[in-house]
Nanobody
């Protein structure tokens, strides 16, 4: 059973920054892609950023230029660096490992942007 575990959420003021981490129990290059999704209260879960095994990146339009997804294969970890955070970024952020036939999800980490 594959496990993915997120960390790094918290409360930050508008304009602040946070870095989320997601560690998988398996080599991250064994997945088709890994990524971050978020779900705000009362809204559907949405894709924030993904990175494929070959390094292709995809971002939600509203986070382009502010968020960066990266990975460290030695640590089996994917990161989401978030800059210039806005109140509308407030959500539970979930890590996803796409194994093509199955998607693995973490438990989520809360990010709250508020003054």
């Amino acid at each position: 059973q594959v496990q993915v575990v997120e960390s790094g959420g918290g409360l930050v003021q508008p304009g602040g920054s946070l870095t989320l981490s997601c560690t998988a129990s398996r080599n991250i290059f064994s997945f088709y892609a890994m990524g971050w999704y978020r779900q705000a209260l009362g809204k559907q879960r949405e894709l924030v950023a993904t990175i494929t095994g070959s390094g292709n990146l995809n971002y939600l339009d509203s986070v382009k230029g502010r968020f960066t997804i990266s990975r460290d294969s030695a640590k089996n970890t994917v990161y989401l660096r978030m800059l210039n955070l806005k109140p509308e970024d407030t959500a539970v952020y979930y890590c996803n490992a796409d194994d093509v036939e199955y998607n693995y999800w973490g438990q989520g980490t809360q990010v709250t942007v508020s003054s």
